[in-house]
């Protein structure tokens, strides 16, 4: 059977991309053998006249091959392979010998061909063996297809690794590398699946622009009237084009976990319904005035403008004939993409000129702070983003305390991204989506490697004022340290708490979310700081290996901890808010440990618990109440003895008389008791007795001898410096009534010292 019969096109495609999508396989059988396809995992579809119905949800290496053969369908390939049993010939001696091919795409102008690799769940993969036989045989199915298509021997062929649940190592990286063989792992098919969604078939422009960059693009006129000119010392042209040969050569830089090593990703994700808005406005005869902001790429080279002999010309501009770059991913957009990509599947692609506005070699950095400025003022750049932008921008940056920056935010990337990570998916990168699982920040990640000891601190003229634990002096040596240790212990944790970790922020998960991950990295800094003191490891020395089994001794008390939390607890790291959140995660962490490792005390434990376990909640309520009923009737007698019968209009300022008055008034109103019934004096607070004692001469006359503390009887400012002790206990009153409220100790030695002070 000839290979080619394989190979569908047109109508043949849809039918095979539904059964494609589905994710289960059926099969007719005997209704005698249900039960026996029931015990081997089928289950019952339908029951038919004779037979049953029966279906079974594919292997997983099977549905991903669906998912790229379906990818590579949506990208417009109009030539695909038809079924699993498509096996090209690759010696003209022996067509016997043959390569099973898993996707075969082709257009007009390509032939792709896509070896699949799945795992169950994320592991290393070591593909040497795979790779190296793809080499051997590649340039010989090129051969047979070129020869199978002899009218389109121009075509492009390209190989395609695709992995899914594995991290390939450095060595597997420059095999494929050096033999040219592009590598998607299953961040860039889910990429692609995405854009596809958003551009349709011409998503298919970004796909190429990666497979082929610098290859020429045939059939493209280049040539087009252009002014030159210089701005800010950069030159630039300006000129008007077709959206159908702009996007030829256009790529879009987004930042997604797909595009990671790509330097600058600075643009936001496509949005499908910001680019169906500009579709429409655009179909319905629309446009657009001002200029696609882009940067042509020609490694260095000027591009060629051929002069036009005008009187218009000037010093600062040129009139002539722009020479384009007939080649794939070679201008790259900084402003303007939902713009030009509006044209896309419009009547107007290649009707329509829009205006363009193209520097030349834009330096990278410049790019991005290009794209920054024309944001400024426009929809803000997403925090994630941000961040992902610093982890470029400040890598090399001649402020190694921006480099340390930089790295931080690498990390919480490489956490993110690498399938190996026990935090794979799990941090939003870039615009990737939140969900339930993937609700945890990169800033979160950062904050907890900045609020740690991990990395060194530099001053001005980089010189080092402290040193990191883990800091090697070099960002690329510091970030396989640090991330392998981070990397084995939420490892651990994860493979000792399963559940917990999966449930994310849903069902009450308390685990992975943004305050536990983070206190996490701070115990884990805990830890470490511990390991050296006890001269159990060397910082600088040790491996990461090394420091992670000496860790997980004091990580065993956390895991239990979490594995046996109560109800109160758990609601209380899921539902604690504010700047406090994390901190009190952590030291409720910290307390776990320390529980069942009495060695583990970190420095401002047990100032926390103090201040934080309530532990001197009920001994304040009570001098608190004490200290307000003596207050209570020792300023009523002052008051009765110095002014008489009169002493409540006398001696009460005005606006706390008609509080007090209307206060007790409410009173009265609400428990249904006669007019008067409540006495105004029983409303007040503290703070009021404040008001009477600094009210005309009361305080100089009837308080200044009993109300001034001790030792205060000097102090500048008068009565209402000696009077700031009131305002204290009045704040203290107004926390304290808050039944999460904890008395810290120096609150608590307050009370006591007025309590002294007043009563005893």
């Not at 795979?130 to 062929?157: C, T």
Request: aromatic share 12%.
């Amino acid at each position: 059977m000839d290979w080619k019969e394989k190979i569908i096109s047109e109508g043949q495609l849809s039918v095979v991309r539904r059964h494609r999508a589905d994710k289960y396989i059926y099969k007719n059988i005997n209704k005698l053998l249900t039960e026996q396809c029931i015990s081997e995992g089928w289950e019952l579809c339908k029951e038919l006249k004779h037979k049953n119905k029966m279906k079974k949800i594919k292997p997983l290496a099977e549905q991903f091959e669906d998912e790229v053969w379906s990818l590579f369908a949506s990208l417009g390939f109009k030539s695909m392979n038809c079924d699993r049993q498509l096996k090209i010939p690759y010696d003209p001696r022996n067509t016997n010998l043959t390569k099973q091919i898993d996707v075969f795409a082709m257009d007009a102008e390509t032939v792709l061909l896509v070896e699949c690799k799945c795992a169950e769940s994320g592991r290393r993969g070591n593909f040497k063996t795979e790779i190296e036989a793809i080499n051997g045989y590649k340039e010989k199915i090129f051969s047979e297809i070129k020869k199978a298509y002899p009218d389109k021997s121009k075509r492009k062929l390209k190989y395609v690794f695709a992995t899914k649940n594995y991290e390939l190592g450095e060595q597997d990286l420059g095999r494929l590398e050096k033999f040219n063989i592009q590598y998607f792992d299953s961040k860039a098919i889910a990429y692609y699946s995405e854009l596809v969604k958003h551009l349709g078939e011409a998503a298919r422009f970004q796909l190429l622009g990666q497979l082929f960059e610098g290859q020429r693009i045939g059939s493209m006129d280049n040539k087009i009237p252009a002014i030159r000119g210089e701005m800010g010392g950069l030159v630039y042209y300006s000129f008007s084009m077709q959206p159908e040969s702009l996007l030829k050569i256009a790529y879009v830089l987004h930042r997604t976990d797909a595009n990671r090593d790509m330097m600058p990703t600075y643009q936001r994700i496509i949005k499908k319904p910001r680019l169906k808005e500009i579709r429409k406005f655009i179909d319905g005869g629309g446009f657009f005035p001002n200029s696609i902001i882009i940067s042509i790429d020609t490694n260095g080279k000027r591009l060629s403008f051929d002069y036009a002999s005008l009187k218009g010309d000037t010093d600062a501009t040129k009139i002539g004939i722009l020479h384009l770059p007939q080649k794939y991913r070679t201008a790259f957009i900084i402003d303007g993409q939902h713009r030009l990509y509006g044209y896309s599947d419009s009547k107007y692609i290649s009707k329509d000129a829009i205006p363009v506005v193209a520097f030349e070699n834009l330096d990278k950095n410049k790019q991005v702070d290009l794209f920054m400025q024309i944001n400024e003022n426009q929809k803000s750049v997403p925090k994630n983003l941000q961040n992902t932008l610093i982890a470029d921008l400040l890598w090399s940056d001649n402020d190694w305390n921006k480099r340390r920056q930089a790295l931080r935010a690498r990390i919480a990337m490489d956490l993110g991204e690498k399938p190996a990570s026990p935090l794979y998916e799990r941090i939003r990168i870039g615009e990737n989506e939140l969900s339930p699982t993937r609700n945890i920040t990169m800033q979160a990640i950062q904050d907890g490697l900045y609020r740690s000891d991990f990395l060194s601190i530099y001053g001005k003229d980089n010189s080092i004022i402290f040193n990191g634990t883990f800091d090697k002096g070099e960002n690329e040596q510091t970030l396989k340290s640090l991330y392998r240790y981070l990397e084995l212990c939420f490892s651990y944790i994860k493979e000792n708490l399963p559940e917990e970790w999966d449930k994310g922020a849903a069902d009450e998960g308390i685990l992975t979310i943004n305050n536990s991950v983070l206190a996490i990295i701070r115990i884990l800094n805990d830890i470490v700081n511990l390991l050296i003191e006890k001269n159990v490891v060397q910082p600088f020395v040790e491996t990461p290996e090394k420091f992670y089994e000496e860790s997980k001794y004091y990580l065993d008390p956390l895991i239990h901890y979490i594995n046996t939390i109560s109800d109160e607890d758990r609601v209380d790291i899921k539902q604690v808010r504010g700047s406090g959140a994390m901190p009190k995660v952590w030291r409720m962490y910290q307390i776990a440990i320390n529980k069942m490792r009495d060695d583990f005390c970190p420095e401002g434990l047990g100032k926390w618990i103090d201040d934080n376990t309530q532990k001197y909640n009920d001994e304040s309520f009570r001098m608190l109440r004490e200290i307000e009923q003596f207050l209570n009737k020792d300023f009523r007698d002052r008051l009765k003895a110095f002014y008489g019968a009169e002493w409540l209009m006398a001696g009460v300022p005005k606006k706390v008389y008609d509080t007090a008055t209307s206060m007790a008034a409410d009173k009265d109103y609400e428990e249904k008791l006669a007019r008067g019934t409540t006495d105004p004096w029983d409303c007040l607070f503290i703070i009021n007795y404040r008001d009477i004692a600094i009210s005309g001469s009361n305080w100089s006359e009837v308080f200044e001898k009993y109300y001034t503390k001790p030792g205060e009887e000097k102090i500048s400012g008068g009565k209402n410096a000696k009077t700031v002790w009131m305002v204290k206990l009045n704040d203290i009153r107004k926390s304290i009534v808050h039944s999460s409220y904890s008395v810290t100790k120096e609150q608590y030695d307050f009370l006591l010292e007025l309590h002294e002070w007043l009563i005893s």
